[in-house]
Each structure stands twice: as structure tokens, then as C-alpha cells.
């Protein structure tokens, strides 16, 4: 019983192509994440969202579109893929001020 | 801008061995500090959080914080190879929910 989950785990695709990653958590918690970690273990926050709500958009080209349906859910989509964009993307939630986040799996994307 | 700085490593300890992490960071706004393990190819797992300046031990962890020098370190004593992994610190300013992570330290225990 996956309290975060994020799929694909996986996706290798060609530079310019559309893809997204799907995040749900099971917790209760209000607050979803989504960071990237690169090749050198930098985890940096990309997006946060409280209550469906972006609350935190850091610098971010605007071809990655987040997407929260409800407080449960926080989708990832990035247009036209470039080679930098490869990379491990993990979805997080936290209960509400505290920094305890809960990661999910982690999807690596491979972009060709 | 605001950092969280780690010597990436490799940090190589034998078994049974005082393993010492450390880390800086420049926001004198952060209030708390958290301490996450991961291991290779998974997710990043928290370890130990600590807010006030001094030590705080849990089990074989314990955690120091040294706001006046913006410095945190993780000891972990009686190193285990099983404890070998990427060490992420991470701190949080009380004005929003985010935290801001180092490049993470890699330790290897060796047996």
C-alpha cells in the first residue's frame, strides 16, 4: 500500500517529445511536491502545491506544467524535451508544516 | 541564494567506526534542519530532524546544530556497511514549507 506513488518509474524518449509523470499520495497531506535530481544527487524543488493551490514555482523553464486535479494528485508535464531534462524527478508530500517529506519511487527520464 | 553546502565525498569509514557529516548554509532564516539517508537508486528517507542549537541523539544517530556558525552534522556511530548511502541535509525556514537541500555526502562503510 504505496503511500506516494509516481508513475512511469521509467521513460526514455527523444529530445522534443511531450511527456508526463503522474503523483498520487494516499497520506492525507495537503502539500505535494515535485523535485529533480540530477546526476550529481542535487535534489532541487521544482514546483509545490497546497490544496490543488501552486504555492511555490521556483525557476523553472514553463515547458514543465504541473497539474493538480485535487490535493491528492500532482501531474507533471513537460513539453518539447531538451537532453538537460534527463534526470530523476520524485514527488514528495508533508503534512502541514513540518519537513518530514515523504518521496515517492522516483521517475528517471532519459532523453535521448 | 539561499544554499545548504556538502562535501559530496566518497566518506570512507571502516565498520564500527564514528561516521562525521557535515553542513553548512547561508540562510540565517532557517529554523529546522533535517537529515535524510538514500540509498542508491531509491527515494531519500528522513533520518533525524533538529531545530535548537545543540545535540540530539536518536539510537546511533545524533544530530548537531550550531545556528551562530550556520552549521549541522549527522554522527553516526558504530558505522555499519548497511548505513553506506548518500547523506542529504536539509533546511527549512519557518515563512514557507520548503526545504532546500545540499548535494548530499556519499558514505561508504567499509566491512
Known amino acids: 500500500d504505496t503511500a506516494v506513488s509516481q508513475t512511469p518509474k521509467y521513460l526514455v524518449t527523444q529530445m522534443g517529445n511531450d511527456k508526463s509523470i503522474k503523483c498520487e499520495q494516499n497520506l492525507g497531506h495537503d502539500t505535494m511536491y515535485w523535485y529533480k535530481q540530477d546526476s550529481k544527487k542535487f535534489l532541487k524543488i521544482m514546483f509545490s502545491y497546497n490544496n490543488k493551490e501552486l504555492i511555490i514555482n521556483e525557476t523553472v523553464p514553463n515547458r514543465f506544467s504541473p497539474k493538480s486535479p485535487d490535493k491528492a494528485h500532482l501531474n507533471l508535464h513537460i513539453n518539447s524535451l531538451e537532453l538537460g531534462d534527463s534526470a530523476v524527478y520524485f514527488c514528495a508530500s508533508n503534512p502541514a508544516n513540518t519537513g518530514e517529506l515523504f518521496f515517492g519511487e522516483g521517475s528517471r527520464l532519459t532523453v535521448l | 541564494q539561499k544554499e545548504v553546502e556538502q562535501n559530496s565525498g566518497p566518506l570512507s569509514v571502516p565498520e564500527g567506526a564514528i561516521a562525521s557529516l557535515n553542513c553548512t548554509y547561508s540562510?540565517?532564516?532557517?529554523?529546522?534542519f533535517f537529515w535524510y539517508r538514500q540509498y542508491s537508486g531509491k527515494s531519500p528517507e528522513l533520518i533525524m530532524f533538529i531545530y535548537s542549537n545543540g545535540d540530539k541523539e536518536d539510537g546511533r544517530f545524533t544530530a548537531q546544530l550550531n545556528k551562530a556558525s550556520q552549521y549541522v552534522s549527522l554522527l553516526i556511530r558504530d558505522s555499519q556497511p548497511s548505513d553506506s548511502a548518500t547523506y542529504l541535509c536539509a533546511a527549512r525556514t519557518n515563512a514557507g514549507n520548503m526545504l532546500t537541500f545540499g548535494g548530499g555526502t556519499r558514505l561508504m562503510v567499509k566491512p
Open positions: 540562510d540565517r532564516g532557517s529554523q529546522s
